[in-house]
């Protein structure tokens, strides 16, 4: 899905490949797109989908975001970091962002994609193997960090590094924090949620909330591909070994994302949760977005879920940027933090 292809023969209409049918399931490798919505700055308010994110122009200009150099999990692992004071004074709160999948880092386009962000400091993590000046399409993932990849894994060197953190936090403003999770991202937060003190809110961006493997089958069945996810699930039901990749994935990777929990944690957790997403997503279904936001109106924690209409998996539609919108709801909230994190958002406009 890189760009356009000639028309099929008849013989090749009957039924898409596999591997195109899942490359398109989970964003050719960019389930998280980190980012249609930066790639609309990068080449116009229209631009949409993975082709326009596997290659961003870089940013020429002095970055507020510096590099820092976090533990990971186990000898040696390291989480490199992007981090950013507060662009205007007084400093109201700390957002702390997982980013979605793939091995590009989001160094590129930082400053415009976090620019709405203004009394907050920024921590972005990447992934281990990942560098934040990193712009390596999806297909070009190395082969190690195809086997590193998954969602276990991502979570234990997330969790290092947010330790590590909070224990370097020590002495510093004390602050409300956000946990923010992009498409993929978004399946760590309950989890590292006891790790992030004074955590005011989760903040899903292009997550269904359901979990992964039951949001993938309801896009298969969108796209009418349901054959073709049920042979993935044979595959990871198979004692194929980890290491096998398929669909430019190791096994392993779609092992963890097969029996991931995060409906349930999401529902049962404490804290406020913000969910956002676009009305023309591509990669994630409105039926997945629905099924979760009727579960969640029994939490007994606030829930409060946006819409974006025209908004594709970026939450990016022609002339409107509905990333910088949610920056706006989050300052809202950091100006009256009294009214809790969806309180603060009743009566502001879609």
């Not at 590292?192 to 896009?219: H, K, M």
């Amino acid at each position: 899905m890189t760009g356009p292809h000639p028309p099929p023969a008849a013989s090749q209409r009957r039924r898409p490949t596999a591997s195109r049918v899942l490359a398109f399931l989970w964003g050719a490798g960019l389930r998280g797109v980190a980012l249609s919505m930066a790639a609309a700055w990068l080449t116009g308010c229209g631009g949409r989908g993975p082709a326009a994110v596997s290659q961003p122009a870089p940013q020429h200009r002095a970055s507020a975001f510096t590099l820092r150099a976090l533990p990971g999990n186990g000898e040696g692992a390291t989480v490199l970091a992007l981090q950013r004071p507060e662009r205007a004074a007084p400093l109201r709160y700390r957002v702390i962002v997982i980013p979605g999948s793939g091995c590009a880092g989001l160094g590129a386009w930082a400053d415009r994609y976090f620019a709405g962000l203004l009394h907050a400091q920024v921590l972005v993590l990447h992934k281990p193997g990942v560098h934040p000046d990193d712009r390596t399409a999806p297909a070009g993932c190395s082969r190690n960090f195809v086997q590193q990849d998954r969602l276990s894994a991502w979570l234990a060197h997330a969790r290092a590094a947010l330790r590590a953190d909070a224990a370097g936090q020590r002495g510093e403003p004390a602050v409300p924090q956000l946990l923010v999770g992009i498409s993929e991202g978004a399946e760590l937060l309950p989890a590292l949620a006891p790790d992030v003190p004074r955590l005011a809110g989760l903040v899903l961006l292009a997550s269904s909330g359901l979990d992964p493997q039951e949001a993938g089958a309801l896009q298969a069945d969108r796209l009418g591909l349901q054959a073709d996810w049920q042979a993935l699930g044979d595959h990871v039901a198979s004692g194929r070994p980890d290491t096998a990749v398929l669909q430019g994935r190791s096994l392993g990777y779609w092992r963890d994302l097969w029996h991931w929990p995060l409906a349930a944690p999401l529902l049962q957790g404490p804290w406020p949760v913000l969910q956002v997403w676009g009305g023309d997503d591509e990669l994630v279904p409105a039926a997945a977005y629905g099924r979760f936001e009727a579960q969640a109106a029994t939490r007994s924690a606030p829930y409060c879920a946006r819409r974006i209409e025209g908004a594709d998996h970026g939450l990016q539609r022609p002339g409107m940027d509905g990333v910088q919108r949610v920056w706006a709801w989050t300052e809202q909230w950091a100006r009256s933090p009294e009214a809790g994190l969806c309180g603060a958002l009743r009566g502001l406009p879609q």
